[in-house]
């Protein structure tokens, strides 16, 4: 089946350190990639969609500045958590849909990053 | 706009016992609807899906759901669970129009199956 490796699963740094997440899609080609954030026992939250080639949607306010999204081709999409502060720690989840004839394929989900802030 | 909404947070259950866990939608237009599964410090699996035909879809592992219109509800159920289904369930819908679709997520239920 699809595969959607993210990477890297954990990460620990320095406040004030740029963190980048990789999102890639394995085996099929995902021309919407979507980044979201899940707090502790909470549903998840969609940050941004980002269209192949385009530039990234936000959701209300998240930060466009803070959370720099990249999707360059039909297989990988990075987001980098610029400048990171204890508060950005999180656990960030990144999923990737292709579209058939059929429709809007259902997306696929990476493993999660966990980023811890210190 | 649309919703999801996932009535029980918590839902602990004895192994061997049937389960069935709650979601509403509202939404204006036609939807899909997803079921996903969340172990610790995973990503989300999908579990089930309905995109149209038959109204009753089931996994490989014993769950099923039943897209209800006139209750506009997708619950999800199991008749014997298993010390392995403990997890976080969450329920979501996609709508069905243009191609920035995305996915609405209900608060998720937490699935305790109790040896």
């Known amino acids: 089946g699809a595969v959607v490796s993210q990477h890297p699963s954990w990460v620990i740094c320095k406040s004030g350190t740029s963190v980048k997440i990789e999102c890639r899609s394995l085996?099929?080609?995902?021309?919407?990639m979507f980044w979201y954030r899940q707090f502790p026992k909470q549903s998840l939250m969609l940050m941004a969609t980002?269209?192949?080639?385009?530039?990234?949607?936000?959701e209300q306010g998240v930060e466009k500045d803070k959370f720099l999204i990249n999707h360059a081709s039909l297989t990988l999409s990075t987001l980098t958590v610029t400048s990171a502060h204890p508060e950005d720690s999180s656990f960030y989840i990144c999923s990737a849909r292709g579209w058939t004839g059929a429709g809007p394929q259902p997306q696929h989900f990476g493993d999660g990053t966990r980023l811890s802030i210190l | 706009a649309q919703s999801v909404t996932q009535l029980d947070s918590q839902v602990p259950v004895f192994e061997e016992a049937p389960v069935e866990l709650r979601c509403n939608y509202s939404s204006s237009v036609s939807v899909y609807l997803f079921w996903y599964v969340q172990y610790p410090n995973q990503g989300l699996q999908l579990l089930l899906k309905?995109?149209?035909?038959?109204?009753l879809v089931e996994s490989i592992n014993g769950f099923e759901a039943e897209f209800n219109k006139s209750q506009t509800s997708f619950h999800l159920r199991k008749p014997s669970v298993h010390i392995s289904d403990t997890a976080e369930y969450f329920c979501?819908?996609?709508?069905?129009?243009?191609?920035?679709?995305?996915?609405?997520f209900g608060t998720g239920t937490s699935l305790t199956v109790i040896p």
């Open positions: 309905y995109l149209s035909g038959s109204t």
């Open positions: 085996d099929f080609q995902a021309t919407t």
């Open positions: 980002s269209n192949e080639g385009s530039k990234a949607t936000y």
């Open positions: 979501a819908v996609s709508d069905h129009q243009g191609t920035g679709n995305q996915f609405y």
